[in-house]
């Protein structure tokens, strides 16, 4: 399928590696010129000459810290009227209310509402005013079903999606939509950091863990990046100007809710 955006572009926020960079890589498939961010320059240069080589795209390196206003204004200064906005940033680590101080959960909040707010409110205005304009935000699957140990990066997500759907009732007539990606279990860096965590735990294997965690989700087996990248791509698409507002859960068929 033509996605119908080449020549569309796309702004994709921390996306030197996982998620991220799988996003650019799918958009940079389908002909968008792609702008990606990270802290490290090396390894922002490394992921934009692996996109340029397997797509051909062109592809523009922000070297910015998401978490500050100065990091954010870079990265908006550098494509200050893109067609297309991936939010992405990475999460806190796990733990227990007892453990997160007031420093925590600000840190939480800049990292996981405020830096992609602050970025969406920046750019959704030229969306409107072009009548085109598709906004995806990588949140968590456990957004809606939350677990004790992932408390604080659940709460600041949840902000994220709640201001979403507000926002998404009134860009939606001008061909502006926003929808969120609600992933759990792909096989990332934080993906092997969950499993390293749950072997000093447990003690056992890194190849034992990745059992463990794998035999929890109902395809048994972990997701992978290219497919959490189509659906992103999908949202981005022509094709669904007449979907927003809504979260999209790739978990391998865990979730046990209706709705």
């Known amino acids: 399928m033509d996605l119908g955006i080449k020549g569309r572009r796309a ?23 792609v702008w990606i961010n990270g802290r490290d320059e090396t390894r922002l240069a490394a992921a934009a000459e692996e996109i340029r080589a397997a797509t051909g795209a062109e592809v523009h390196t922000v070297v910015a810290d998401l978490n500050t206003a100065t990091g954010r204004e870079r990265l908006v200064s550098a494509c200050p009227d893109p067609d297309i906005l991936v939010t992405n940033n990475g999460g806190p680590s796990p733990g227990t209310i007892d453990q997160w101080d007031h420093a925590a959960w600000l840190a939480a909040l800049e990292a996981n509402l405020l830096a992609p707010v602050l970025v969406l409110r920046s750019v959704l205005p030229g969306m409107v005013q072009r009548k085109f304009g598709r906004i995806v935000n990588v949140t968590s699957a456990m957004v809606k079903a939350p677990v004790p140990v992932m408390g604080l990066s659940t709460a600041a997500r949840a902000g994220l999606v709640a201001l979403s759907k507000a926002v998404s009732h009134d860009v939606a007539r001008h061909n502006v939509t926003i929808n969120n990606l609600l992933p759990e279990r792909i096989d990332t860096d934080r993906q ?34 290219e497919e959490f990248a189509a659906a992103c791509a999908f949202f981005c698409s022509a094709q669904a100007g007449f979907i927003s507002g809504q979260n999209l859960q790739l978990d391998g068929g865990s979730y046990t809710g209706l709705v």
């Open 11 to 33: 702004l994709v926020m921390a996306s030197s590696q996982g998620l991220g960079k799988a996003c650019a890589m799918a958009l940079a498939s389908e002909g968008c010129e």
């Open 192 to 225: 092997r950091y969950m499993a390293e965590r749950m072997m000093k735990e447990q003690g056992c294997s890194l190849e034992e863990a990745r059992r463990q965690i794998a035999d929890t989700i109902s395809a048994k087996r972990f997701g992978r990046p």
